[in-house]
């Protein structure tokens, strides 16, 4: 199973952006996660959803300005963000596990190559 990213790019304070994350096989049973890592930080879990989005989970630094969704007829799951801020420069993942979410990073497994969000006046 391998993960594409895309997406990324440049944005302003305050703007919006909409990751996509398409899975090379069918996605119907695997939970997707969402994640991002910084420069010298640890990469960190953002948003999850299940496999038939019954579960959704944001970390709260995210929470009520990211929205994760999933078309498991494209085999994507998309991440949408809105006021985005300059803390939200990342490179963004995802990863895949089994069906359910977990926080715990080393649960997911299938990263893709990753997309950058730059956020900057």
């Known amino acids: 199973l391998q993960l594409v990213e895309s997406g990324g790019g440049l944005v302003q304070p305050g703007g919006s952006l909409r990751l996509s994350c398409t899975t090379s096989?069918?996605?119907?049973?695997?939970?997707i996660g969402w994640f991002r890592q910084a420069p010298g930080k640890e990469r960190e879990l953002i948003s999850c959803?299940?496999?038939?989005?019954?579960?959704?989970d944001y970390a709260d630094s995210v929470k009520n300005r990211f929205t994760i969704s999933r078309d498991n007829a494209k085999n994507t799951v998309y991440l949408q963000m809105k006021d985005l801020q300059v803390e939200d420069t990342s490179v963004y993942y995802c990863g895949v596990r089994w069906r359910s979410c977990s926080p715990d990073r080393a649960d997911f497994v299938s990263w893709g190559q990753g997309t950058q969000v730059t956020v900057s006046s």
């Open positions: 959803i299940s496999y038939d989005s019954s579960n959704i």
């Open positions: 096989l069918t996605a119907d049973y695997y939970a």
